[in-house]
């Protein structure tokens, strides 16, 4: 099992050198959120992620949740290591002070979600869950139910869920049967079953707080029918204590592919007690806040994966011995060189470290939007964070999924035969990964929200927002020689992105699957060119800190020669995209459905 050294120094870089946090955190009324605070903070999240959380990840996938009598056991170590997180005040850091939280920015909760998720997938989601049912309660729910669920869920002592998916209905949640009957005392009764709901018995907390979609009967078919409801498994009376056990149950957890340690259950709610979130059939629109927050966390799932992949790669390339370089011998004194000579191996990390760098000052650069939507007082400038989020969320949650999975396959095929064998845990990063893809909508299903939705639904208008501040920095790059290699291919594969986006547009007038044929390789073609723009921002920081004789010269060399594989090995994949896009649907839509028998 590699052992997880969390990233602290690039970190560091991408919080306060490239996005600049500590004026960020001042514009924005963070007072408490001064640069020694967050290396505290960063500082102590590596200790317990790297001593705590890391160590249980191998066990977790062996032993995996088990299940009897409807009770969930974690795997050993977890329940400990929860309660510590719980003590350390980690579920606490960015929550609402009125309901014991801290008040921290949400960007600097972001910075540390990375390295739980890299240390252990599995543990990481438990807590995750809490985050997503903490914003929808705030930000939807009455003041009685706040002071009912809030301080516990941010204090840890319970934890939280989301209940959309049915065995019929996981895209399609128009389709949804749960159904939730008003009861004499204004709460609801809620039955039916839902399935694939993570965390959703465990022994960790004191209790589970669901949120669930339902339908009122007389509610309209479809989507524009869905209500949503909290739903504890025990009861609480309106002083937040609990008050027995309401009627909902485990009926079964999962047996998986990956993140054995998270219990992934059926639920049964058999007429049980539920509060109703926001307004009647309005659900869906609730239950986009608690999407959205939980998109940018599975962005973040797929950083992870590509930090804790390229990590353990790297240390067996350096360490593994295997034929001579190409290009004369390396290592003299042994019988062979390092595999790290060879190119090829080369290839797989420097495709991990840029994804991993890369998508993690995406990441924090999404964060720190949020913030801009929590603690802004301009409706100009929350108006312009929203557009980047909306456009880039869907984009960070599919393309950084994919490529981290990618990036976990690279570190099994580093090890060779032994990548392939579980004692060295690569192949257990690959298995855990897939689902990030999965869950919070399938990589399809980001794409159509991307180019059909949001692109071809805004008629390009949401493009502008962020294209404008690629533009503005580029053109004020224009005359810096040295960024001549990143900004040139940003303003052509720029200008092709808009001409492939009215191109889509004007076919999809036509024949309306020309959209979905397009959209995965539009998400990508974007995702290539969103990183291609944050590269270029890494690399103008560490070229100015070279300029100016700052310290750490071989950090910020490293910057830039990642950078330049970025864009010379890795961007010019998104001219492969584009040219799928172009072909269009036809292909595709040849066969007839019956055509497809062999
Ligand atoms: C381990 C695990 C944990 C999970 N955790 C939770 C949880 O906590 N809470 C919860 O509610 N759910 C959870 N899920 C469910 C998960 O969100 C769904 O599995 C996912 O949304 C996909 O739904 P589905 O499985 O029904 O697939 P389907 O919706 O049946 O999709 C099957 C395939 O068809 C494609 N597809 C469907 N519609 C379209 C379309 N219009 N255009 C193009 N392609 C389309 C999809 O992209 C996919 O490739 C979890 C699932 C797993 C496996």
Known sequence: MPEYKAPVRDIKFVMQEVFDCDSHYQKFGYEDASLDMVDAIIGEAAKFTEQVVAPINQIGDEQGCTWTDGEVTTPDGFKDAYQQYVDGGWPTLAQNIEFGGQGLPHSLNMSITELFSSANHSFAMYPGLSHGALATIEAHGSDLQKQMFMPKLVEGSWTGTMCLTESHCGTDLGMLRTKAELSDDGSYSLSGTKIFISAGEHDLSDNIIHIVIARIPGSPEGSRGISLFIVPKFNVTDAAELDGRNAVSCGSIEHKMGINANATCVINFDGAKGYLIGEVNRGLHCMFTFMNAARLGVAAEGVAAAEASFQGALAYAQDRLQMRSLSGVKNPNGPADPIIVHPDVRRMLLTQKSIAEGGRALIAYLAQLVDVGHASKDEAEIADAESKLALLTPIAKAFLTELGLECTSHGVQVFGGHGFIKEWGMEQLMRDTKISC?????????????????????????????????????????????????????????????????????????????????????????????????????????????????????????????????????????????????????????????????
Request: hydrophobic fraction near 45%; charged fraction near 25%.
């Open 438 to 598: 999965l869950y919070e909508g399938t990589t399809g299903i980001q794409a159509l929200d991307l180019l059909a939705r949001k692109i071809l639904g805004s008629k390009g208008e949401l493009l502008k927002p962020f294209g404008r501040e690629v533009t503005a920095f580029c053109t004020e790059n224009a005359d810096d020689k040295a960024m001549d290699e990143f900004i040139k291919p940003i303003i052509t594969f720029g200008a092709d992105w808009q001409k492939m986006t009215e191109m889509v547009g004007m076919k999809a007038m036509e024949n309306p699957d020309e959209i979905g044929a397009a959209s995965v390789d539009y998400l990508m073609y974007s995702g290539y060119l969103t990183l291609a723009y944050f590269w270029a921002k890494m690399a103008k920081v560490a070229q100015d800190k070279l300029a100016n004789g700052e310290d750490d010269v071989a950090f910020y060399q490293a910057k830039i020669k990642t950078a330049r594989f970025y864009f010379q090995r890795i961007l010019p994949r998104a001219s492969g995209h584009a040219a799928c896009v172009e072909n269009g649907a036809n292909s595709m839509m040849a066969h007839n459905i019956d055509d497809f028998s062999f």
